[in-house]
Antibody, heavy 115, light 113 residues
Framework: QVQLVQSGAEVKKPGASVKVSCQAS????????MHWVRQVPGQGLEWMGW????????NHAQKFQGRVTMTRDTSIGTAHMELSGLRFDDTAVYYC????????WGQGTLVTVSS | DVVMTQSPLSLPVTLGQPASISCRSS???????????LHWFQQRPGQSPRRLIY???NRDSGVPDRFSGSGSGTDFTLKISRVEADDVGIYYC??????????FGQGTKVEIK
């Protein structure tokens, strides 16, 4: 069965960077785009971007221009999302989700930005 | 960006009664390939979102048949024929026709009266 397992919770200071990982299993990793979605506590879902695991091509929301980097390691079926220049309002749960229709989701990674 | 507007934002429902959530988009979600990329997600308390319905009306595997999706163009509806306790949570619509970005509705909180 398809599984997306994300890395553990992180606490970061303002201005720092965080890298969240998403390990895929149960399907051919390079066959499906991987998307990243975040959710500020108590709020809705916000799309951040995608990576094509086959080519490495990425696309992201303009809001995160210059701050987000999406990469992948096909040898271990893992996608990564790095967010730099963290601000307090980046405190959120970050999810990876497979395919353009987000058919499977990771368990989420809480990133807390605190001084 | 395509704006997705859900209503109501809060939906108290009696167990066994039907529920209906509306989702409207700021432009038609019909893609040039003929498909409509409107999907519905359920997020139970403390859990990750889960896709229920894809491309307007296709139920995901394991989703009870009391859930149904319908609509076209800019107006879409998620219906629960008989609400059960397990259905409590927040429901989101999302479009992936016009991107970037993928956009979600604000979410509709379903609770039991």
């Amino acid at each position: 069965q398809v599984q997306l397992v994300q890395s553990g919770a992180e606490v970061k200071k303002p201005g720092a960077s965080v890298k969240v990982s998403c390990q895929a299993s149960g399907y051919t990793f390079i066959d499906y785009y991987m998307h990243w979605v975040r959710q500020v506590p108590g709020q809705g879902l916000e799309w951040m971007g995608w990576i094509n695991p086959n080519s490495g091509d990425t696309n992201h929301a303009q809001k995160f221009q210059g701050r987000v980097t999406m990469t992948r390691d096909t040898s271990i079926g893992t996608a990564h999302m790095e967010l730099s220049g963290l601000r307090f309002d980046d405190t959120a749960v970050y999810y990876c989700a497979r395919d353009d229709s987000l058919d499977h989701w990771g368990q989420g990674t809480l990133v807390t930005v605190s001084s | 960006d395509v704006v997705m507007t859900q209503s109501p934002l809060s939906l108290p429902v009696t167990l066994g009664q039907p529920a209906s959530i509306s989702c409207r988009s700021s432009q038609s979600l019909v893609h040039s390939d003929g498909y409509t990329y409107l999907h519905w997600f359920q997020q139970r308390p403390g859990q990750s979102p889960r896709r229920l319905i894809y491309k307007v009306s296709n139920r995901d595997s394991g989703v009870p048949d009391r859930f149904s999706g319908s609509g076209s163009g800019t107006d879409f509806t998620l219906k629960i024929s008989r609400v059960e306790a397990d259905d409590v949570g927040i429901y989101y619509c999302m479009q992936s026709t016009h991107w970037p970005p993928w956009t979600f509705g604000q979410g509709t909180k379903v609770e039991i009266k």
